[in-house]
């Protein structure tokens, strides 16, 4: 599967943004989705995960609250929707697809296709 993640782009602190990311070539409905994120010199973390149903979610204790992951499988998308924009959420987001649907897997390990990364800037 392929996936092609966009939204990113400059904002203020106190901001929001919506990040998408769209999937082709595979059954998007049978993957559970995780959103991570990497900013310069720091190891790729974990954001939050969907279910594939939708039903579930996930986040990192960073941005509980304040981000949003849910999903559209008749559109093959699914979305991060950031508010509250703190300058140390400035990082490359990547969507990640898993194809075991198991609970709450935030390791980058378990995830088996990545898209390109969408560049998110907060400034203060």
């Known amino acids: 599967v392929q996936l092609q993640a966009s939204g990113g782009g400059l904002v203020q602190a106190g901001g929001s943004l919506r990040l998408s990311c769209t999937a082709s070539?595979?059954?998007?409905?049978?993957?559970?989705m995780g959103w991570f994120r990497q900013a310069p010199g720091k190891e790729r973390e974990f954001v939050g995960r969907i279910s594939w149903s939708g039903g579930a979610t996930y986040y990192a204790d960073s941005v509980k609250g304040r981000f949003t992951i849910s999903r559209d499988n008749a559109k093959n998308t699914v979305f991060l929707q950031m508010n509250m924009l703190k300058a140390e959420d400035t990082a490359v987001y990547y969507c990640?697809?898993?194809?075991?649907?198991?609970?709450?897997?935030?390791?980058?390990?378990?995830?088996?296709?990545w898209g390109q990364g969408t560049l998110v800037t907060v400034s203060s």
């Open positions: 070539g595979g059954t998007f409905s049978s993957y559970s």
């Open positions: 990640a697809a898993d194809s075991l649907r198991i609970g709450g897997r935030t390791a980058v390990r378990y995830y088996d296709y």
